[in-house]
């Protein structure tokens, strides 16, 4: 089965800086690949996602970039704020009916130091 | 219902006694999600429904770990001769099973053994 692993675990950045996260995916079938930002205390949410047809996706201050060759895809937070604070998980997915499982890595706790 | 619902929200039980999780998915979310989150831990996944059907329950930690759904709605994760090593937030995730793969979670049945 898959496997995505996640690097780094944390992540401290003063505010207003960047902070990127990276994953990795084994399966080359895998063609679906969403981001979800946990708050304490609070069921994991989708921020961004991206698919293989596509090498980065934006949204405001976040992006996702894609190497499929490499099988690796980065999350991109730009001009961070204390309210980015949470744990991002990626995660992978084959993306078709009956196969949508997907797939997480371990996480990443940004702490955003005001 | 408006978004993923799960019962009960905490549960505490004595090491030996069998549990019963439920999990009410998005009207119309075909594909469903069981994951297990430890303190400061990731996502690990434990079983995925399309439909009724289970295509993968690899996760499944033990044979003292089950689940079903009926209906093509409503699932029921059950622990069965509960250990301390079982507490941990369950969450439940529904999503379509079109190409919007989006999965959404609820908040989470926390399980503490003692």
């Known amino acids: 089965g898959e496997n995505v692993e996640q690097h780094p675990s944390t992540l401290s950045v003063q505010e207003g800086d960047s902070a990127v996260i990276k994953c990795t995916y084994s399966?080359?079938?895998?063609?679906?690949f969403p981001w979800y930002k946990q708050e304490l205390g609070k069921r994991p949410q989708l921020i961004i996602d991206?698919?293989?047809?596509?090498g980065e996706k934006k949204d405001q201050r976040i992006a996702v970039t894609l190497n499929k060759t490499a099988k690796h895809f980065s999350l991109h937070i730009t001009e961070t704020q204390p309210e980015d604070s949470a744990v991002y998980f990626c995660?992978?997915?084959?993306?078709?009916?009956?196969?949508?499982?997907?797939?997480f890595g371990t996480g990443t706790r940004l702490t955003v130091i005001p | 219902g408006a978004g993923v619902s799960q019962s009960p929200s905490n549960k505490v039980t004595e090491k030996g006694k069998d549990v019963e999780l439920r999990c009410d998915p998005i009207?119309?979310?075909?594909?469903l999600y069981w994951y297990r989150q430890s303190l400061g831990q990731g996502l690990e996944f434990l079983i995925y429904?399309?439909?009724?059907?289970?295509?993968?329950k690899s996760g499944l930690p033990s044979d003292r770990f089950s689940a079903e759904r009926t209906g093509g709605s409503v699932s029921t994760l059950t622990i069965q001769r509960t250990q301390q090593e079982d507490s941990a937030v369950y969450l439940c995730a529904s999503s379509l099973t079109s190409l919007s793969t989006e999965a959404f979670f609820g908040q989470g049945t926390r399980l503490t053994v003692v």
């Open positions: 991206i698919r293989s047809n596509v």
């Open positions: 429904f399309q439909g009724n059907s289970a295509p993968d």
């Open positions: 009207s119309g979310h075909t594909a």
């Open positions: 995660a992978a997915s084959l993306g078709r009916t009956g196969a949508n499982n997907l797939f």
């Open positions: 399966d080359s079938a895998s063609n679906y």
